[in-house]
């Protein structure tokens, strides 16, 4: 079946640093990937939806400059938090749609998801 | 705008004993709504969906009727085992669109299981 690989897994990092997070569709090419977040009890998130090849789209209040996303190739799309500070601090998680399938028949493929911890 | 309520973790229970998660929700049309599983170091799975109501979505001995009454979904399984040990995560998918002009879907917290021997 379609697997989503996302590293690091964990990250600890200093105010003022940059991460940047991996997501990688294993067996299928993904033209569509998300990136979502979630803060310690709330909810999962929507960030931006990423398009291999062009820019992504970004969900009301998330501030593009801060999270940049790079969806260079079908299989590969990366979430760079720059000038992380403690409230950046949250899981991430992305998810890929494979071959533009409806979420509701088949659902999306999510990754492990990342652990940032800004110190 | 949507919502999804489901019980904060975590969750403790004997090897099998009963489960329930809670789910309720909000939506302003007719949503799906699904239940997935993320088991230690994996991906969110889907688990199971119903798209109308007194639809029943089951999968691996867990089952959750959709109540469009009562607005909820809530999990069930008879018989819990140490391997089902996971965090639950309640969903919905209503027709509106994200930014990105895919489906939007909207997430409970997660609900954290954990089966003891």
């Known amino acids: 079946g379609a697997v989503v690989s996302q590293h690091p897994s964990w990250v600890i990092c200093k105010s003022g640093t940059s991460v940047k997070i991996e997501c990688r569709s294993l067996?299928?090419?993904?033209?569509?990937m998300f990136w979502y977040r979630q803060f310690p009890k709330q909810s999962l998130m929507l960030m931006a939806t990423?398009?291999?090849?062009?820019?992504?789209?970004?969900e009301q209040g998330v501030e593009k400059d801060k999270f940049l996303i790079n969806h260079a190739s079908l299989t590969l799309s990366t979430l760079t938090v720059t000038s992380a500070h403690p409230e950046d601090s949250s899981f991430y998680i992305c998810?890929?749609?494979?071959?533009?399938?409806?979420?509701?028949?088949?659902?999306?493929?999510f990754g492990s998801g990342t652990r940032l911890t800004v110190v | 705008g949507d919502s999804v309520t489901q019980m904060e973790g975590p969750v403790t229970l004997s090897e099998e004993a009963f489960l329930t998660i809670n789910c309720t929700y909000t939506?302003?049309?007719?949503?799906?709504l699904f239940w997935y599983v993320q088991y230690p170091g994996e991906g969110l799975q889907l688990l199971l969906k119903?798209?109308?109501?007194?639809d029943k979505g089951s999968n691996k001995g867990f089952e959750a009727t959709y109540r469009k009454e009562t607005t909820s979904f809530h999990l069930e399984k008879g018989s819990v085992q140490v391997s089902d040990s996971a965090v639950y995560f309640c969903?919905?998918?209503?027709?509106?669109?994200?930014?990105?002009?895919?489906?939007?879907?909207?997430f409970g917290i997660g609900t954290k299981l954990q089966v003891i021997p």
């Open positions: 998810s890929a749609n494979p071959g533009h399938r409806g979420f509701v028949l088949y659902g999306y493929t």
């Open positions: 067996d299928f090419q993904a033209t569509t």
């Open positions: 990423s398009n291999e090849g062009s820019k992504a789209t970004y």
């Open positions: 939506a302003t049309g007719y949503p799906s």
């Open positions: 119903a798209t109308k109501a007194d």
């Open positions: 969903a919905l998918s209503d027709r509106g669109l994200n930014s990105g002009g895919y489906q939007k879907v909207t």
